[in-house]
């Protein structure tokens, strides 16, 4: 079972599901040839595929194109179901960054075929977090800069302001599907700029005034 990782800890807190919203940032749904969606695009991750700040992604021997993903997580922090806007931000009460680790040349060919991108999203260290930050202790301002970086050279540079989908709506899209349970977390997208990382590269991912992430690639 893994635990979540708080800033400030005051409990210990069970990770539960982790949904993740693609295409949530219009110029990355362009540059990779997708239309900009007209509701969130959900997809989901395991706890088991979570590591942590410092920890390695593993690359795994069936791709030839690892890319990353620099995400706002939401830390859900009680239970919701059909959430109103009051609800569904009160449901949010804490932040952390994700790297949503992606196996790009999978996820092409399942969409060809019609198949699921499970494989694609869903292995051993395809999910990297950094510490949650409570929402008693920041309150997002909504612009925040959201960036990453792969052996010192920028690739990821953008604002959480250009989502398309605000954290408050995705709640409440989502809380009308499944219900959500303390310790989810949810991915809400990434800006442009993916590409592909091999065995040997440093990645490290930054939300101002939320968190930072540094983590390798191995084999």
């Not at 051993?124 to 990453?148: C, F, H, M, P, W």
């Amino acid at each position: 079972m893994k635990y979540l990782k708080f800033k400030n800890p005051s409990e210990q807190v069970p990770v539960g599901k982790l949904v993740c919203v693609g295409r949530n940032y219009a110029a990355h749904a362009k540059e990779l040839g997708n239309d900009v969606p007209e509701f969130p695009i959900i997809f989901l991750k395991t706890a088991s595929n979570i590591i942590y700040s410092g920890e390695s992604v593993v690359h795994p021997t069936y791709s030839q194109d690892l890319q990353h993903e620099v995400e706002l997580v939401l830390y859900i922090g009680e239970l919701v179901k059909n959430a109103n806007n009051e609800q569904a931000e009160n449901a949010i009460q804490g932040y952390t960054v994700g790297l949503d680790m992606t196996l790009r040349d999978l996820q092409f060919e399942f969409k060809k075929k019609g198949e699921p991108w499970t494989l694609a999203k869903c292995f051993d260290t395809a999910a990297v977090l950094s510490e949650v930050v409570l929402k008693k202790d920041y309150q997002l301002r909504g612009n925040e800069n959201i960036s990453l970086s792969v052996n010192g050279i920028k690739k990821q540079n953008s604002s959480i302001k250009n989502m398309i989908f605000s954290p408050g709506e995705i709640v409440k899209y989502i809380s009308a599907r499944m219900t959500l349970e303390k310790g989810d977390l949810i991915f809400t997208g990434t800006p442009e700029g993916v590409s592909r990382v091999i065995a040997g590269d440093k990645i490290e991912a930054e939300i101002e005034n939320i968190g930072k992430i540094s983590t390798h690639v191995i084999k």
